[in-house]
């Protein structure tokens, strides 16, 4: 089964920006659709955005405008480009495919505080 590793995670301060990197370690090219899922200290696993392998996006309502999930299937990667963000956003973030069938990965941290 594929691998997932995220990266990219770090602390930022409100406003600021990060750019989260997942690395599969096979093909995702036949994955319909990935998605990036986030959870926050003493909260349910939440999805925030999915893909499809056409490019049709989706964004969690919170997300909107500020979140831009990306994928390169030739890299066997998946992006999510984080932008204005809030104190709200810090979480642990992973992706998977959607829904998620594949085993979790570590996840990367987000943490926004001033």
């Known amino acids: 089964q594929v691998q997932l590793v995220e990266s990219g995670g770090g602390l930022v301060q409100p406003g600021g920006s990060l750019r989260l990197s997942c690395a599969a370690s096979?093909?995702?090219?036949?994955?319909?659709?990935m998605g990036w899922y986030r959870q926050a200290p003493g909260k349910q696993r939440e999805v925030v955005a999915i893909i499809t392998n056409g490019g049709t996006t989706n964004y969690a309502d919170s997300v909107k405008g500020r979140f831009t999930i990306s994928r390169d299937n030739a890299k066997k990667r998946v992006y999510l480009q984080m932008n204005s963000l809030k104190s709200e956003d810090t979480a642990v973030y992973y992706c998977?495919?959607?829904?998620?069938?594949?085993?979790w990965g570590q996840g990367t941290q987000v943490t926004v505080s001033s």
């Open positions: 096979g093909s995702i090219s036949s994955i319909f659709a």
């Open positions: 998977n495919q959607s829904p998620p069938l594949l085993h």
